[in-house]
């Protein structure tokens, strides 16, 4: 299984709601991304866990929180959006180098996103 | 700190015509290059990667993309291209130090390029 999946596809919710969106990878990845897209601009980071732990947060409003419940999940936690949140949101996973000195990347499998729009 | 320019936003091209989009990089270490494929509504795809080694990368769908270390570029090519090549295309650019452990990597994305296949 090759495949990283995202819940849900499409989403709409109001400024007060509190949603969230869901990610799972069966590749044995540890370490999972979130990204945020806006229109006709590319993906910019928003959050990494490497084994189940926050590694990265890219000054994200608190109103998005994630949270890696275990190695094969991944959560974003919505609350209290405004309307430029509105995105496409994808999820990444990557295998990680344990207990190696040498460089070495891994690659970066995406989800389909999760296109999101806040009224 | 990395930094990828894309130096155009659209390419139409008619099918069957060659074609080349352009990325150079900016970084004071050695990367890892990539060019991901996003189509219509869809995820991220990982279409090729330079690592280490040739300098010249081949897809399997025919896109090939030399790494010029002398001229920080990475542009990918294809001497033929179908209608179903047209998508968004990203150039995208990983710096890792030697950690061990390994870990997550940050990849830093250009701006896109739109390509648009007409027959």
């Known amino acids: 299984d090759t495949e990283v999946t995202q819940t849900p596809k499409h989403l709409v919710m109001g400024m007060t709601n509190k949603k969230s969106l869901k990610c799972e990878q069966h590749?044995?990845?540890?370490?999972m991304y979130w990204y945020k897209q806006k229109a006709k601009k590319p993906p910019e980071l928003m959050f990494v866990?490497?084994?189940?732990?926050?590694?990265i947060n890219e000054s994200v409003p608190s109103r998005f929180s994630p949270e890696c419940p275990n190695s094969s999940l991944l959560n974003l936690h919505l609350h209290a959006l405004q309307p430029e949140d509105s995105a496409l949101y994808l999820c990444?996973?990557?295998?990680?180098?344990?207990?190696?000195?040498?460089?070495?990347?891994?690659?970066?499998?995406f989800g389909p996103g999760t296109r999101l729009t806040v009224l | 700190a990395q930094s990828v320019t894309q130096l155009d936003s659209q390419v139409p091209v008619f099918e069957e015509a060659p074609v080349e989009l352009r990325c150079n990089y900016s970084?004071?270490?050695?990367?890892?290059l990539f060019w991901y494929v996003q189509y219509p509504n869809q995820g991220l795809q990982l279409l090729l990667k330079?690592?280490?080694?040739?300098?010249l990368v081949e897809s399997i769908n025919g896109f090939e993309a030399e790494f010029n270390k002398s001229q920080t570029s990475f542009h990918l090519r294809k001497p033929s291209v179908h209608i179903s090549d047209t998508a968004e295309y990203f150039c995208?650019?990983?710096?890792?130090?030697?950690?061990?452990?390994?870990?997550?990597?940050?990849?830093?994305f250009g701006k896109g390029t739109k390509l648009t296949v007409n027959p």
């Open positions: 990444a996973s990557s295998s990680t180098g344990l207990g190696t000195w040498r460089r070495s990347y891994n690659e970066q499998f």
């Open positions: 590749m044995g990845h540890r370490a």
């Open positions: 866990y490497s084994y189940e732990k926050l590694s």
């Open positions: 970084s004071s270490v050695s990367v890892y």
């Open positions: 330079y690592l280490s080694g040739s300098t």
């Open positions: 995208a650019v990983s710096a890792s130090s030697p950690v061990r452990g390994g870990g997550s990597e940050k990849l830093v």
